[in-house]
């Protein structure tokens, strides 16, 4: 057997394009598995928030950020 097999008895150039087509609908294979995989996450994560009793919508924040102060020293020298 030869090292440089050529069943479909293509050119050159073709060969080079239908190896440049293949690899470039593999990537776009991996992308759209990438994207689906990110696009389920979401969904499931909002899926999960609809599931949730409406009063856990409806309470405050357990972290007030408006409250908290940032206590300043009086003798504090600044540079």
Do not use: Q
């Not at 090292?3 to 440049?20: G, V």
């Not at 009063?55 to 020293?73: C, F, G, K, N, W």
């Amino acid at each position: 057997m030869s090292e440089h097999e050529n069943i479909l008895d293509m050119s050159e150039k073709s060969r080079l394009t239908a190896d440049i087509t293949l690899l470039m609908l593999k990537g776009a294979g991996y992308a759209a598995v990438f994207l689906l995989s990110i696009w389920f996450i979401i969904a499931v994560m909002a899926w999960i928030g609809r599931a949730l009793p409406e009063e856990s919508r409806d309470t405050p924040d357990p972290l007030l950020r408006s409250s908290l102060t940032i206590e300043v020293a009086e003798n504090a020298t600044y540079v």
